[in-house]
């Protein structure tokens, strides 16, 4: 049982480059969520899904996009990466009675 | 609209001696309530969580919170910290039945030898 985990672990890319983020999950939850996390800013919501299909926007979604094809998977996608999206990226999911939420180890994307 | 505020971005404290750390909410509904835990490098674990019932929580390595509806506060304690606690703690607040959950900005504990 692997719980969250995150792909890749670290990026840099360059402004105006293009890149998808994954989050898997083993444990069937039906709710999935993307967050940023920058000092002093603590977690914000970026994306969510709340079943396969489904995803609504959250806090800070402009510049990313999302796709939940498969239920144990949450894309997030930056169409052209900009500076100000470095930041360290986390995926969540929890199911749908219990409100603890699981997160995956981090991304951390640095955009040149 | 419900939002979290934890004022102490960050707390030195000596080991073995006490540790509060701060959390005030807004919401215009019943509200579940979290501490989640950062240790460097890693995601966030929960700690402990308030739904419903008694209004003192307790995790298992010996921190505690209480929530307090009229102050609209659930702050974190602990007697004795150990070198093993420096880590970041969020606060975080859901309301019943809502999807999201709202973060603070989290606390820097660090316990000093």
């Known amino acids: 049982n692997a719980g969250v985990t995150q792909t890749p672990k670290f990026r840099v890319l360059k402004t105006g480059q293009s890149m998808t983020l994954l989050c898997a999950q083993d444990?069937?939850?039906?709710?999935m969520y993307w967050y940023r996390q920058d000092p002093g800013m603590g977690l914000r919501l970026i994306h969510y899904s709340v079943g396969e299909g489904t995803t609504a926007k959250g806090e800070v979604p402009d510049g990313y996009n999302v796709s939940r094809l498969k239920k144990q998977n949450f894309l997030l996608g930056l169409e052209s990466a900009a500076p100000s999206q470095t930041s360290v990226y986390f995926c969540?999911?929890?199911?749908?009675?219990?409100?603890?939420?699981?997160f995956g180890p981090g991304t951390r994307l640095l955009v040149l | 609209a419900q939002s979290v505020t934890q004022l102490d971005s960050q707390v030195p404290v000596f080991e073995e001696a006490p540790v509060e750390l701060r959390c005030n909410y807004s919401?215009?509904?019943?509200?579940?309530l979290f501490w989640y835990v950062q240790y460097p490098n890693q995601g966030l674990q929960l700690l402990l969580k308030y739904l419903s019932g008694s209004t003192l929580v307790e995790s298992i390595n010996g921190f505690e919170a209480e929530f307090n509806k009229s102050q609209t506060s659930f702050h974190l304690r602990k007697p004795s910290v150990h070198i093993s606690d420096t880590a970041e703690y969020f606060c975080?607040?859901?309301?019943?039945?809502?999807?999201?959950?709202?973060f603070g900005t989290g606390t820097k504990l660090q316990v000093i030898p």
């Open positions: 919401s215009s509904v019943s509200v579940y």
């Open positions: 969540a999911s929890r199911t749908k009675k219990q409100e603890t939420q699981y």
């Open positions: 975080a607040v859901s309301d019943w039945g809502y999807q999201k959950v709202t």
């Open positions: 444990m069937n939850h039906e709710y």
